[in-house]
Every structure is written in structure tokens, then in C-alpha cells.
């Protein structure tokens, strides 16, 4: 008993003490979450997340002291023709009126007329927290409204930092609780289509569930030492729904298929803990690797992903190997009720001869030519992978900005009219001074004639006409200067603006003054700073994360080449959902039938985001198809019949579980904002490359024609394993399944 695996010794104690499995899991569980809640959550600064000569623009800002108002505006113009000057002056003088009586009002301002007359602008600064000004703007956006119901011959419309932020977090949190509701039920019907039985459909659900909760207090707690970021709950939903199913299922439909053997229930526990419950550590390690691989960006918001998906996996990995087991040993047989009767007879597991599952018809249909003609399987199937993978090479990396938020709500339509009657209120550059209180002056000297030899030319907006908007600090250290361009902030126009102004015009302007430091940030610097900290990264981060899961691969299957092939394959199906990923985004066809606006890039957080979770998601089904392989090995099977046996026992199981998420993924890619539907269609879009073409085709092909050389391994690593018994004794596949040799 002793020498016997770590998950079978964890296994068979669940298996035989349920009651405190189960009940040291649920304390656990809440221990864990109620903790978390009582610790709080120590949230990521600005600081905290300076990326590039733009975050060093934030902290010079930030080290102003600046008061730093929320501003808003009431945007007046016409509903047709030209704007009638005394209506207007008329309806803004009312709504300043109005809005002074509001306690959320500081100050309102004087109304401005744009360049061509055709609009007129009231000015609002908001009293109390900058940060919070998106949950009181409500009461302005009322005032406001009323304005609109006095003056119907006019369009007049609140439109701001506050009232936009308050429009996309309304549309963002209908996104995201839909998003909920739906994962839970599709994630729960695609079940129950696998198992034909509403218990056993449950069971992986209920583990995952737990497993997230525990997460999030353990996530919450962690803050402290790695401050969270807002989208942190968010990916712990994400990963823990993916991998807690996964490994749910795994373990279950092993267990089913050792009972419908004939075994008894805690001989199937053990065989299913042995086989499934090992695969399940390896791919749980594999994923934690690649996700602590974001550790390495130097990112204060992939740390804080990086943490919460590790310890997410590690809770959903612990549960597996402790209460699943004793779930399903307290359950029984009656993991298979209720039963649902047809799609029962399709899904449980079926007897034939001696003993053994009968065999399926469709996969050993799926996998012929990969082991008749795996040459030509082989470059045909890597060949349209790789033909899918070309794009990638042309990939833009952009942050979106305010033009690619959905212009379903009448905030965003208002920003619109309100950027193209004053472009100086859309995309701007922050120049961001400092310098010794004594040199003052000078930066403000210098500084208003930057801001007139920029307003000259055609990449900036013309300065209005009360002038350069430079605000400096109280112990005028600190001096900042907005400067605007007419072009939304993806816009080249744009990017070149601020290229000039970096490279040229600024230098140039303070050129001589002593002591003086500067950085230019905004809107376009923060989008061209992240993705040069992208491509920057990503190297490392590979480079870490491909070591890491060679050497796991490497000593798990005690085969060079096996984990050589695993990286390989994985490569390929990152590389393919890149490909696809520009097919989709970076041109406009798929606008219609996904429902966005191409921004002509990929947001720049992605690339690095989805490598990491697509490699350790796609090791799940690598580890668990080849430990399958191997046992066929481990069982005296030639190489061939061990592919074919390993393939067609798990495809079942992995076509279920990439169903599960692909049917989650596909649910992000409804969302509104154009980076959710990216990362929605990477994901399922690999996933589902990587359950068929990948472990269906290539991999059987690529095993079948290395033959026995997938084994190879230096003498040091090479021990009993190759001479083992497999514990369950898989049967040769039959010559019709395989193919004449």
C-alpha cells in the first residue's frame, strides 16, 4: 500500500472515510472564502501598472498632486440644420441653473461654441472622488434629460468620463451576468449529453463550482502580496469552470468505464485515480507552468491573472484527488441516475467480450488514415495548420479605444458628435514635465510654444481659442500639457503624432532647461508602450513556459521525444488560432456575423494571454490521451495498436470536454466589447483545433509513423515503466480498427 502512487493513497482514503472527505472539502471551501472576504481586496495602483515611457507619464501626474475633477459636459446641437444660437444659449443657460443646484456639482462653466458654430458645450466639474464619479453622474444625466424635454427642437445630451464609464460598466455588467447564466446551463446540458445521467452531469459542475470559490478567497488574500486587478474574478471564472469540469470528467467516465468492467467501486476509484487521477496532476502542473509563465511580463495585471489561475488549478486539482473520489464512492451506482433514456443508450458505457468496453465505431472511422498513411496524414493535416497559422505573421498589436466601445448607448453616440464638433476633447497626448520649482516658467514658456508649433500642424488639433491646456502642480514641480489630435486613437495619423512628438517636437521644446524630466503618455502612448512590452515579453515568457513543460513531459512519460512531439503539437495550435484569430479581426468580413467594428488589430494584452492559457489547456487533453497510449505500451501492445487504443478510449471523453469549453468560450465571444469577442473566438477556436485536428489526426499520425523511437529516452531516465503491467489490461485493437500492416 505504501509504495502505491500519492492519488491512489489520497483516493482510497476519500473512497473509504466519504463522510470526512466531504466534509473537510466543504470547510475547507469556506474557510477559504469567507477568509478572503474578511481580508479584503488589496487592489493594483497606477503605480503598480506603469508599463513604458506612458506609465512614467502617470507617475510624474500622479506625483502633482493634482486635483484632478471629474469633468462633464452637456453637448447642445441641432437635430437638423444649423444650430439656432439664441435656443441654444437659451437651453444652456437652464441647464446651468439646474445643475448648480445639484450637490454632485462643483463648478459649471462657462458654454464654449465650436469652431463652425454648429454646437455649443457646458462645462461640469463634479465634486468628490474622480474614481467613484461613475456611480453619482446618474442625478446630472436626470438634470440633464429634463433640459432635453424643455428644448425638443434641440438635441441636448450629457456626455463625459463619468456618464460614459457609468453606460459601459451598465453594458458590461448585463454582458457579464448574461455570460454567467448561460455558462452554467449550457456547461450543464453538454453534461448531461455525455453522460445520460443527471448525477453524473452534476458532479463535475459542483467540483468546479467549489473550486472557484475557494479561489477567489484564496485570490483575495493573495492581494496582499500581489495586488489584484479588477479582471482577476473574471479569468478565475473562466479557468476554474474549464479545468474543474475537465478533470471531473476525466476521472468520472474512467471510474464508469472500470465498473461497467465489472470491477467493484473502489477498485474502479483506485484504477481511475491510478490512470486518470495521474493524468490529472500532470496537466494541472503543465497549467500552472504556463501561467505562472505571466509572472515574467512584469505586468501587474498578468501577475494578478498569473495568481489567480494557479491557485484556481491547484484547488481544482486537490478536489479531484480528495472529494471526487469520495463522491463517487458514497454515490455509487447511483452516479448513473436519474437516467436520461435515450441519450443513455448513446452515452453509458457498453461490455463487449471478455469483459471489455465495446469498441466505438465513429473514431477508429476518424483515425484510419492517420495509422494506414500517417506520412501523408501527417503533411496534409500540419500543412493546413500551418497555411491557418500564416496570418499570425502579419499581427498588429493596438489597445482599443473609445471608437471601438459599442455605440449602442447614448453615451458613445454623444461622445461622437461631441469629438467631431471639438476635436480637441477626443484622442489627446498627456506631456508630462518635471522640474525644479525655479525652472518653471521656463517649462510653461516652453510648453506654450510646443503646443503652438504642434497646433500648426496637421497630426495635432488646432489649439482653441483660449489656448494651451497646461496645468501645473502647487509646488509647480510638476507641469501638464494636453495636447490633441484629430484622429481616433488606433488611427496611424495618430500613432505618428505621437512619434513626432516624442522623438521631435518635445526634446526640441525643452531642449536646455536644467534638472528637467519628461515622459508623453495618453490614450495612443499607453496602446503603442503595451504592445512593444508585448512582443518584448512574449519570447520570455515562451521560452519559460516551453522548458518548464518539456522537462514536466519529459520525466512523466519518461520519453524525450514524447515531450518534444507535446510541444510541438501545442505550438502548432497556438499558432493556428493566431492565424485565425487575424483572419477574423483584422479585416472586416466576419463584422456582420459576429456583430463588431474591426479596429484592424489585436488587442495588445491578447497574444500573450492566450498562449499561456491555450498551452496549458491543451496539455489537459495531451497528457490524458497519451497516458492512454501508453498504458497500451505498458500492456504489451506494438506501437500502432497502442495509438489506436489510446485514441479511440479517449476521444469520448476529450471530444466532451472540449464541447464544455468551447460552449463557454463561444458564450465571451457574444459579449459587446471587441476584446472579449477576440478572446472568446481564440479560445473556442483552439480548443476546438486542438480536441480534433490536433490529438485526432496529427498526433496519431506523428505517433504511428515515429514508431517505436516516441520512447526514446537517455538511460537515466529510463526505469521500470516500459516493463509494467497496465492496471487494466487494455485489448488489442482488432485488425479492421487498425488497419492491414
Given at each position: 500500500?505504501?509504495g502505491?502512487?500519492?492519488t491512489?493513497?489520497l483516493?482510497?482514503?476519500?473512497?473509504?472515510?466519504?463522510w470526512?472527505a466531504i466534509?473537510?472539502?466543504?470547510?475547507?471551501?469556506?474557510?477559504c472564502?469567507?477568509?478572503?472576504?474578511a481580508?479584503?481586496?488589496?487592489?493594483?495602483t497606477?503605480?503598480?501598472?506603469a508599463?513604458g515611457?506612458?506609465g512614467?507619464?502617470?507617475v510624474?501626474?500622479?506625483?502633482?498632486?493634482?486635483?484632478?475633477?471629474?469633468?462633464?459636459n452637456v453637448?447642445?446641437?441641432?437635430?437638423?440644420g444649423?444650430?439656432?444660437?439664441?435656443?441654444a444659449?437659451?437651453?444652456?443657460a437652464d441647464?446651468?441653473?439646474?445643475?448648480?443646484?445639484?450637490?454632485?456639482?462643483?463648478?459649471?462653466?462657462?458654454?464654449?461654441?465650436s469652431?463652425?458654430?454648429?454646437?455649443?458645450?457646458?462645462?461640469?466639474t463634479m465634486s468628490?472622488?474622480?474614481?467613484?464619479?461613475?456611480?453619482r453622474?446618474?442625478p446630472?444625466r436626470d438634470t440633464?434629460a429634463?433640459?432635453?424635454?424643455?428644448?425638443?427642437q434641440?438635441?441636448?445630451?450629457?456626455?463625459g468620463g463619468?456618464?460614459?464609464?457609468?453606460?459601459l460598466d451598465?453594458?458590461?455588467g448585463?454582458d457579464f451576468?448574461r455570460?454567467?447564466l448561460?455558462?452554467?446551463?449550457?456547461?450543464?446540458?453538454?453534461?448531461?449529453?455525455a453522460?445520460g445521467?443527471?448525477?453524473?452531469?452534476?458532479?463535475?459542475?459542483?467540483?468546479?463550482?467549489s473550486s472557484?470559490a475557494?479561489a477567489?478567497?484564496?485570490?483575495t488574500l493573495a492581494?496582499?502580496?500581489?495586488?489584484a486587478?479588477?479582471?482577476?474574478?473574471?479569468?478565475?471564472?473562466?479557468?476554474g469552470?474549464a479545468?474543474?469540469?475537465?478533470?471531473?470528467?476525466?476521472?468520472?467516465r474512467?471510474e464508469?468505464e472500470?465498473r461497467?468492467?465489472g470491477?467493484?467501486?473502489?477498485?474502479a476509484v483506485?484504477?481511475?485515480?491510478?490512470t486518470?487521477g495521474?493524468?490529472?496532476?500532470?496537466?494541472?502542473?503543465a497549467?500552472i507552468?504556463?501561467?505562472?509563465?505571466?509572472?515574467?511580463?512584469?505586468d501587474?495585471?498578468f501577475?494578478?491573472?498569473?495568481?489567480?489561475?494557479?491557485?484556481v488549478?491547484a484547488v481544482?486539482?486537490?478536489?479531484?484527488l480528495?472529494?471526487?473520489p469520495?463522491?463517487?464512492?458514497?454515490?455509487?451506482r447511483?452516479?448513473?441516475?436519474?437516467?436520461?433514456p435515450?441519450l443513455?443508450r448513446?452515452?453509458?458505457?457498453?461490455?463487449?467480450?471478455?469483459?471489455?468496453?465495446a469498441?466505438?465505431?465513429?473514431?477508429?472511422a476518424?483515425?484510419?488514415?492517420?495509422?494506414?498513411?500517417?506520412?501523408?496524414?501527417l503533411?496534409v493535416s500540419?500543412?493546413?495548420?500551418?497555411?491557418?497559422?500564416?496570418?499570425?505573421?502579419?499581427?498588429?498589436?493596438?489597445?482599443?479605444?473609445?471608437?471601438?466601445?459599442?455605440?449602442?448607448?447614448?453615451?458613445?453616440q454623444a461622445?461622437?458628435r461631441?469629438?467631431?464638433a471639438?476635436?480637441?476633447t477626443?484622442?489627446s497626448?498627456?506631456?508630462a514635465?518635471r522640474?525644479?520649482?525655479g525652472?518653471a516658467?521656463?517649462?510653461?514658456a516652453?510648453?506654450?510654444?510646443?503646443?503652438g508649433?504642434?497646433?500648426?500642424?496637421?497630426?495635432?488639433?488646432?489649439?482653441?481659442a483660449?489656448?494651451?491646456k497646461?496645468?501645473?502642480?502647487?509646488?509647480?514641480r510638476?507641469s501638464?500639457?494636453?495636447?490633441?489630435?484629430p484622429?481616433?486613437?488606433?488611427?496611424?495619423?495618430?500613432?505618428?503624432?505621437l512619434?513626432?512628438?516624442r522623438?521631435?517636437?518635445?526634446?526640441?521644446?525643452?531642449?536646455?532647461?536644467?534638472?528637467?524630466?519628461?515622459?508623453v503618455g495618453?490614450?495612443v502612448?499607453?496602446?503603442e508602450?503595451?504592445?512593444?512590452h508585448?512582443?518584448?515579453?512574449?519570447p520570455?515568457?515562451?521560452a519559460?513556459?516551453?522548458?518548464l513543460?518539456?522537462?514536466?513531459?519529459?520525466?512523466?512519460?519518461?520519453s524525450?521525444?514524447?515531450?518534444?512531439?507535446s510541444?510541438?503539437?501545442?505550438l502548432?495550435?497556438?499558432?493556428?488560432?493566431?492565424?485565425?484569430?487575424?483572419?477574423?479581426?483584422?479585416?472586416?468580413?466576419?463584422e456582420?456575423?459576429?456583430?463588431?467594428?474591426?479596429?484592424?488589430a489585436?488587442?495588445?494584452?491578447?497574444?500573450?494571454f492566450?498562449?499561456?492559457?491555450?498551452?496549458?489547456l491543451?496539455?489537459?487533453?495531451?497528457?490524458?490521451?497519451?497516458?492512454?497510449?501508453r498504458?497500451g505500451?505498458?500492456?504489451?501492445?506494438?506501437?500502432?495498436?497502442a495509438?489506436a487504443?489510446?485514441?479511440?478510449?479517449?476521444?469520448?471523453?476529450?471530444?466532451?470536454?472540449?464541447?464544455v469549453?468551447?460552449?463557454?468560450?463561444?458564450?465571451?465571444a457574444?459579449l459587446s466589447?471587441?476584446?472579449?469577442k477576440?478572446l472568446?473566438?481564440?479560445?473556442a477556436?483552439?480548443?476546438?483545433?486542438d480536441?480534433?485536428?490536433?490529438?485526432?489526426?496529427?498526433?496519431?499520425?506523428?505517433?504511428?509513423?515515429?514508431?517505436?523511437?516516441?520512447?526514446?529516452?537517455?538511460?537515466f531516465?529510463?526505469?521500470?515503466?516500459?516493463?509494467?503491467?497496465?492496471?487494466?489490461d487494455?485489448?488489442?485493437?482488432t485488425?479492421e480498427?487498425?488497419?492491414?500492416r
Amino acid at each position: 500500500m505504501g509504495g502505491r502512487p500519492v492519488t491512489v493513497r489520497l483516493a482510497r482514503w476519500s473512497a473509504e472515510h466519504p463522510w470526512r472527505a466531504i466534509a473537510l472539502w466543504v470547510v475547507f471551501v469556506a474557510v477559504c472564502f469567507v477568509g478572503g472576504n474578511a481580508a479584503g481586496m488589496n487592489e493594483a495602483t497606477e503605480a503598480d501598472q506603469a508599463i513604458g515611457e506612458s506609465g512614467h507619464a502617470d507617475v510624474i501626474v500622479t506625483d502633482g498632486k493634482f486635483a484632478d475633477p471629474a469633468v462633464e459636459n452637456v453637448l447642445i446641437t441641432p437635430r437638423t440644420g444649423a444650430l439656432d444660437q439664441a435656443a441654444a444659449r437659451a437651453a444652456a443657460a437652464d441647464a446651468a441653473d439646474r445643475l448648480r443646484q445639484l450637490t454632485g456639482v462643483a463648478s459649471v462653466g462657462t458654454p464654449v461654441s465650436s469652431r463652425d458654430g454648429d454646437a455649443l458645450l457646458l462645462p461640469i466639474t463634479m465634486s468628490g472622488d474622480r474614481q467613484t464619479a461613475s456611480e453619482r453622474v446618474q442625478p446630472l444625466r436626470d438634470t440633464t434629460a429634463q433640459v432635453q424635454q424643455a428644448y425638443p427642437q434641440l438635441r441636448v445630451e450629457q456626455v463625459g468620463g463619468p456618464s460614459i464609464n457609468q453606460a459601459l460598466d451598465d453594458t458590461l455588467g448585463r454582458d457579464f451576468t448574461r455570460a454567467e447564466l448561460l455558462s452554467l446551463p449550457v456547461t450543464l446540458a453538454i453534461l448531461i449529453v455525455a453522460f445520460g445521467a443527471l448525477i453524473a452531469a452534476g458532479v463535475p459542475v459542483l467540483l468546479a463550482l467549489s473550486s472557484v470559490a475557494a479561489a477567489m478567497g484564496l485570490s483575495t488574500l493573495a492581494s496582499h502580496l500581489v495586488p489584484a486587478t479588477d479582471t482577476t474574478a473574471s479569468v478565475i471564472l473562466l479557468i476554474g469552470m474549464a479545468v474543474g469540469v475537465d478533470y471531473s470528467l476525466f476521472y468520472v467516465r474512467r471510474e464508469r468505464e472500470e465498473r461497467a468492467k465489472g470491477r467493484s467501486g473502489l477498485d474502479a476509484v483506485e484504477i481511475a485515480a491510478e490512470t486518470s487521477g495521474h493524468a490529472v496532476v500532470v496537466s494541472g502542473f503543465a497549467v500552472i507552468i504556463s501561467m505562472a509563465g505571466l509572472l515574467l511580463a512584469n505586468d501587474a495585471v498578468f501577475s494578478s491573472l498569473a495568481v489567480g489561475s494557479i491557485l484556481v488549478v491547484a484547488v481544482a486539482v486537490t478536489g479531484s484527488l480528495t472529494v471526487l473520489p469520495a463522491l463517487l464512492a458514497k454515490l455509487g451506482r447511483w452516479v448513473d441516475r436519474p437516467r436520461v433514456p435515450l441519450l443513455w443508450r448513446l452515452t453509458a458505457p457498453r461490455v463487449g467480450r471478455a469483459g471489455q468496453p465495446a469498441r466505438p465505431r465513429f473514431w477508429p472511422a476518424v483515425l484510419r488514415p492517420a495509422l494506414r498513411a500517417p506520412r501523408v496524414t501527417l503533411i496534409v493535416s500540419v500543412g493546413l495548420l500551418l497555411a491557418l497559422a500564416a496570418p499570425a505573421l502579419a499581427m498588429k498589436l493596438k489597445f482599443p479605444g473609445m471608437e471601438d466601445l459599442p455605440r449602442t448607448t447614448p453615451a458613445m453616440q454623444a461622445y461622437d458628435r461631441l469629438t467631431a464638433a471639438f476635436p480637441s476633447t477626443g484622442t489627446s497626448h498627456t506631456v508630462a514635465v518635471r522640474a525644479p520649482a525655479g525652472q518653471a516658467d521656463r517649462v510653461h514658456a516652453a510648453l506654450t510654444g510646443l503646443a503652438g508649433r504642434a497646433g500648426a500642424d496637421p497630426l495635432f488639433a488646432p489649439v482653441e481659442a483660449d489656448g494651451p491646456k497646461i496645468e501645473v502642480s502647487a509646488d509647480r514641480r510638476v507641469s501638464v500639457l494636453e495636447l490633441a489630435t484629430p484622429y481616433a486613437s488606433r488611427d496611424d495619423a495618430a500613432v505618428d503624432s505621437l512619434r513626432k512628438l516624442r522623438t521631435d517636437l518635445l526634446p526640441a521644446a525643452l531642449r536646455g532647461i536644467p534638472g528637467v524630466e519628461y515622459a508623453v503618455g495618453g490614450g495612443v502612448a499607453a496602446s503603442e508602450d503595451y504592445a512593444q512590452h508585448i512582443r518584448e515579453k512574449l519570447p520570455l515568457v515562451m521560452a519559460f513556459v516551453l522548458a518548464l513543460t518539456f522537462l514536466v513531459m519529459t520525466w512523466t512519460f519518461r520519453s524525450v521525444v514524447v515531450a518534444l512531439t507535446s510541444i510541438l503539437l501545442n505550438l502548432l495550435s497556438a499558432g493556428a488560432a493566431y492565424g485565425l484569430l487575424v483572419l477574423v479581426f483584422q479585416g472586416s468580413w466576419a463584422e456582420g456575423p459576429l456583430g463588431f467594428t474591426s479596429m484592424g488589430a489585436i488587442v495588445s494584452w491578447l497574444p500573450l494571454f492566450l498562449f499561456v492559457v491555450l498551452f496549458g489547456l491543451s496539455m489537459d487533453y495531451h497528457v490524458f490521451v497519451v497516458s492512454r497510449i501508453r498504458e497500451g505500451i505498458r500492456g504489451g501492445m506494438s506501437n500502432r495498436d497502442a495509438v489506436a487504443y489510446g485514441i479511440t478510449s479517449s476521444a469520448g471523453v476529450v471530444t466532451s470536454a472540449a464541447i464544455v469549453m468551447v460552449g463557454v468560450f463561444a458564450i465571451f465571444a457574444s459579449l459587446s466589447t471587441i476584446d472579449m469577442k477576440q478572446l472568446g473566438v481564440g479560445l473556442a477556436a483552439a480548443i476546438l483545433l486542438d480536441a480534433t485536428i490536433i490529438r485526432a489526426v496529427v498526433l496519431p499520425a506523428l505517433m504511428t509513423l515515429l514508431g517505436d523511437a516516441n520512447w526514446w529516452a537517455p538511460r537515466f531516465l529510463r526505469g521500470r515503466t516500459r516493463a509494467a503491467t497496465s492496471p487494466t489490461d487494455p485489448p488489442a485493437p482488432t485488425p479492421e480498427l487498425v488497419g492491414a500492416r
